[in-house]
């Protein structure tokens, strides 16, 4: 199936790993041209070099820092200098401190606030004048199942992440008329240095091992095992494609079925 992504230029934020990495390579795989972004300048670098070698699709890397506004401005002006616009956002940052509600100061809720909401409404508001030229675009906001079911210890995450849910879905209702598509992605216990991280803190305190942690998410998890970032880059790039063009607002969980709620 031609998924209608061969030319169409993406930025992609928080691509040197993770989420962020996997989407970037999917769509560079489905020949999309894909401006990267990531606060560390050697490894967006590295990761953009690779994912160009691997697809010999054409790639850019930018350093950038999703909690300033000249840093998403330099990072839109270098995309669009180097390929005349853009088609496809995908909109991630990296998650704040874990934590229970009553743990942080106001500093770190504003800290929160800036990271996930800010850099979520700087990005959108950039690129959609650009999509609108165009004749239209998608964009993917990443979160987490945090915002159906919030996880112990991580209230910053879940609290602030539910704005951003509100705010894809907001956009979505307000951007159709310009053939705009925004959807909204819910990652839960995937493979990558975040949630590995998140395992080592819940191992700590429990004093366990943070294998025996991931073994016992693993158990609730329907499908028994954490996702690869593949498997959500996939669907990323199947929102991103011409498959989900009727598709505008939607949350899409993938998390082997963790998320129990009905809706």
């Given at each position: 199936?031609?998924?209608?992504?061969k030319?169409?230029?993406?930025?992609?934020a928080?691509a040197?790993?993770g989420l962020?990495?996997?989407v970037?390579?999917?769509l560079?795989?489905?020949?999309a041209?894909?401006?990267m972004?990531?606060?560390?300048a050697d490894?967006?670098?590295a990761?953009?070099?690779?994912?160009g070698?691997?697809s010999?699709?054409?790639?850019?890397a930018?350093?950038?820092d999703?909690k300033?506004a000249?840093?998403?401005?330099?990072?839109?002006?270098?995309?669009?200098a180097?390929?005349?616009?853009v088609d496809?956002?995908?909109?991630?940052?990296?998650?704040p401190?874990a934590?229970?509600?009553l743990?942080f100061?106001?500093a770190a809720?504003?800290g929160?606030f800036?990271?996930?909401?800010?850099?979520?409404?700087?990005?959108v508001r950039?690129?959609?004048?650009?999509?609108k030229?165009?004749?239209?675009g998608?964009?993917?906001v990443?979160t987490?199942?945090?915002?159906?079911?919030?996880?112990p210890?991580?209230?910053?995450?879940?609290?602030?992440?539910?704005?951003v849910?509100?705010?894809?879905?907001t956009l979505?209702?307000e951007?159709a008329?310009d053939?705009?598509?925004?959807n909204?992605?819910?990652p839960?216990?995937?493979?990558?240095d975040r949630?590995?991280?998140l395992d080592?803190?819940?191992?700590k305190?429990a004093?366990i091992s943070?294998?025996?942690?991931?073994?016992?998410?693993?158990?609730?998890i329907?499908?028994?095992r954490?996702?690869?970032?593949?498997?959500?880059g996939s669907?990323?790039v199947?929102?991103f494609s011409?498959?989900?063009?009727y598709?505008?607002?939607?949350?899409l969980?993938?998390?082997?079925?963790?998320?129990?709620?009905?809706?």
């Open positions: 199936m031609d998924l209608g992504l030319g169409k230029v993406a930025m992609v928080g040197s790993r962020g990495y996997a970037a390579r999917a560079a795989a489905e020949g041209i894909v401006s972004a990531s606060r560390n490894a967006i670098n990761a953009a070099a690779k994912i070698a691997d010999g699709s054409p790639t850019l930018c350093a950038m999703v300033s000249a840093s998403i401005q330099a990072w839109f002006d270098a995309t669009t180097e390929f005349g616009g496809l956002l995908f909109v991630n940052a990296g998650g401190p934590g229970t509600a743990s100061d106001d809720w504003q929160a800036e990271l996930l909401v800010l850099s979520a409404v700087r990005m950039l690129a959609v004048p650009s999509m030229q165009r004749g239209g998608a964009i993917v990443s987490s199942c945090a915002v159906k079911e919030p996880i210890n991580l209230a910053l995450s879940n609290v602030v992440r539910s704005s849910s509100a705010l894809s879905k979505a209702n951007l008329a053939n705009i598509r925004v909204h992605l819910l839960g216990r995937i493979e990558t949630v590995r991280e080592t803190i819940r191992a305190a004093g943070a294998d025996e942690v991931k073994a016992s998410y693993a158990k609730v329907p499908l028994g954490y996702g690869a970032p593949e498997e959500f669907a990323a199947f929102l011409d498959a989900a063009r598709i505008t607002g939607a949350s969980q993938v998390d082997g079925g963790l998320t129990k709620s009905v809706m």
